[in-house]
């Protein structure tokens, strides 16, 4: 009998240490990120400032971390999702490209900001027809809700080369604020190849090498017919949105700066954007398993981008990537002289 009561009790105290031990995780964890989400300055007026404006950085991430997540279990009503002044916005800035620029890294991260919302998928609004043919009011309501202060942004990297995107987008907002993330074009070119390869494989299909594709057999020079060598000519491809908007509505990022040393690129994007500088050092840490920057939000939260992102890539024959960088380099001078940021390619 005595027996029993001690196994009883000590279950019991095991029971109550273990909920002691979980509260006070749970304390240090929430003091630990309050005390970061603790507004450094207010956002400026730029977005539409409110009463509570000194309280939105708080409110603004306990609504991306909690209230989204509770909202799309479908655990919160739309009526508290009113209650709450959320709305569905337009973006007021767009990753327009470039594909395997690393759009998902910059995307992911911008949205450590507590005044950026993300629409999570890509939307393909402006490239797809049909999508387009649903009108701006079935796009906006592909977007997060936000506090009125906050901005949406999506990326959609087909933007970047499909002719018809730049008026589209200037017809909903000329003033919109544009992010270009581009590599080294030959790196990027392969890293493309890199994720058509993979669907092949997938599917049990064969594929061309990648020499074979980038280099016309018949004349050995470049393949300018290749997708993905047309895509890395940057500068042609901003020409074409040059007849819509001026230089100083787009931002170029360096997308093979953002894998080795991402804060200082998004204090550039920050500043941009005009947002106060709110992404620190502490929300990017390098994990050497993924060979990455990985992000975190708190404590508690932390996420590093899918295994998609961050591909081995194919052995290429060192005279193919030099042909390529030949080829290239007339194109990526015109781009740092059209952009006014030059780049370390060779
Ligand atoms: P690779 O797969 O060639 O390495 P996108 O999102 O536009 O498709 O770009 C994918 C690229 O983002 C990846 O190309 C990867 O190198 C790059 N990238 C940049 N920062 C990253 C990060 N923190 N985690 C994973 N991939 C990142």
């Known amino acids: 009998m005595l027996f029993k009561q001690q196994v009883w009790l000590r279950q019991k105290l095991l029971v109550l240490g273990s909920l002691a031990v979980g509260s006070l995780l749970y304390l240090v964890a929430r003091v630990g990120s309050l005390d970061r989400l603790q ?46 002044d959320l709305v569905q916005q337009l973006p007021k800035a767009i990753i327009i490209g470039v594909r395997k620029g690393g759009t998902r890294a910059l995307l992911e991260m911008l949205n450590l900001h507590p005044a950026v919302v993300k629409a999570s998928q890509e939307i393909h609004f402006f490239d797809n027809d049909e999508n387009y043919a649903k009108g701006i009011e079935w796009y906006r309501k592909k977007m997060p809700f936000s506090y009125p202060q906050q901005i949406t942004i999506e990326k959609s990297p087909a933007y970047f080369i499909t002719e018809e995107v730049p008026e589209r987008i200037y017809k909903m907002n000329s003033s919109i604020k544009l992010l270009i993330i581009v590599r080294e074009p030959t790196t990027r070119a392969i890293s493309d190849y890199t994720q058509v390869l ?40 901003l020409e074409r ?67 998609s992102k961050g591909r081995i890539h194919p052995e290429v024959d060192p005279s193919v990537v030099t042909k390529l960088r030949k080829f290239f380099h007339p194109f990526n001078q015109k781009f740092y002289q059209i952009t006014g940021r030059t780049l370390n390619w060779p």
Do not use: M
Not at 215 to 223: F, G
Not at 266 to 295: D, H, M, W
């Open 241 to 307: 949105w040059l007849k819509y908007f001026p230089i100083e509505q787009f931002h170029i990022v360096d997308g093979d700066r953002l894998i080795t040393e991402p804060l200082p690129e998004l204090q550039l994007v920050e500043k941009f954007l005009n947002l106060p500088p709110r992404i620190s050092q502490y929300n990017l840490y390098f994990n050497a398993t993924r060979g990455f920057y990985c992000l975190r939000f708190n404590i508690i939260f932390n996420k590093c981008l899918a295994g």
């Open 39 to 84: 507004p450094i300055c207010p956002i400026e007026g730029r977005f539409g400032g409110t009463s509570n404006q000194a309280e939105f950085p708080l409110r603004a991430l306990q609504f991306k971390r909690g209230l989204l997540h509770e909202f799309r279990k479908g655990n919160t009503s739309k009526e508290q999702v009113r209650l709450h």
């Open 198 to 237: 993979e669907g092949k494989e997938r599917k049990n299909k064969t594929y061309y090498k990648f020499e074979k594709l980038a280099i016309d057999p018949n004349t050995c020079e470049v393949n300018t017919k290749y997708k993905a060598v047309r895509t890395s000519i940057y500068t042609k491809h």
